[in-house]
């Protein structure tokens, strides 16, 4: 669930703005229709396959759409900080132990990183993003936190001083006209 003021928040950015809405764990709750176009659906999707930081860890053709090489341990290990302070804030138990024991069982990678027992709120840097249809986009990361910590809004605004916004622009005049919120429209 997630708050109705979001979905028209995610609604009025998308013409300019990819973004989504995902919840402390990183499991996608909302999605406007650009975010849907560059990345694929995820919300609404069962289990683990809307959880962007089970993507990360277990799927490095995802992490290599979103960072270059050289960015990708910084974005990993600022996840596994991220997932640390929210079982700090939580406490053991509930979804977020059984995130991090599911993700320690499947990816070596996350389990060296948690190990180093880093707590930090999230972060989002640039982003450097391939898409087949325009090609490079260069986009700066920006979190918005609800009052309560549980979720957040990630926008994906393009670099002034680049193509990018060029290019998102293409990718709207190509889109279909359909352009809705994806995800659950009830009020958390």
Same mark, same amino acid.
């Given at each position: 669930?997630?708050?109705?003021?979001?979905?028209?928040?995610?609604?009025?950015?998308?013409?300019?703005?990819?973004?989504?809405?995902?919840?402390?764990?990183?499991?996608?709750?909302?999605?406007?229709?650009?975010?849907?176009?560059?990345?694929?659906?995820?919300?609404?999707?069962?289990?683990?396959?809307?959880?962007?930081?089970?993507?990360?860890?277990?799927?490095?053709?995802? *992490?290599?759409? /979103? &960072?270059?090489?050289?960015?990708?341990?910084? =974005? !990993?290990?600022?996840?596994?900080?991220? +997932?640390?302070? #929210?079982?700090?804030?939580?406490?053991?138990?509930?979804?977020?132990?059984?995130?991090?024991?599911?993700?320690?069982?499947?990816?070596?990678?996350?389990?060296?990183?948690?190990?180093?027992?880093?707590?930090?709120?999230?972060?989002?840097?640039?982003?450097?993003?391939?898409?087949?249809?325009?090609? *490079?986009?260069? /986009? &700066?990361?920006?979190?918005?936190?609800?009052? =309560? !910590?549980?979720?957040?809004?990630?926008? +994906?605004?393009? #670099?002034?001083?680049?193509?990018?916004?060029?290019?998102?622009?293409?990718?709207?005049?190509?889109?279909?006209?359909?352009?809705?919120?994806?995800?659950?429209?009830?009020?958390?």
């Amino acid at each position: 669930m997630y708050k109705r003021q979001l979905q028209h928040l995610l609604a009025a950015i998308a013409e300019t703005t990819p973004a989504f809405v995902t919840d402390d764990l990183g499991t996608v709750l909302a999605q406007n229709w650009l975010n849907v176009t560059l990345f694929g659906r995820f919300a609404g999707l069962p289990g683990l396959a809307a959880n962007l930081v089970w993507h990360w860890f277990t799927q490095p053709a995802w *992490r290599d759409r /979103l &960072d270059p090489k050289d960015q990708q341990q910084q =974005t !990993g290990l600022a996840y596994v900080a991220d +997932l640390r302070a #929210v079982i700090t804030r939580h406490g053991p138990g509930g979804p977020a132990t059984e995130l991090v024991e599911r993700l320690r069982r499947a990816s070596d990678e996350f389990r060296a990183m948690w190990e180093r027992q880093a707590v930090a709120m999230l972060h989002c840097s640039t982003k450097v993003v391939h898409d087949e249809r325009v090609g *490079r986009l260069d /986009l &700066d990361c920006s979190v918005v936190l609800s009052p =309560t !910590g549980r979720q957040r809004m990630l926008m +994906l605004k393009p #670099v002034p001083g680049t193509p990018s916004a060029h290019r998102i622009a293409e990718l709207v005049a190509a889109a279909p006209h359909k352009r809705d919120v994806v995800g659950a429209a009830r009020s958390a």
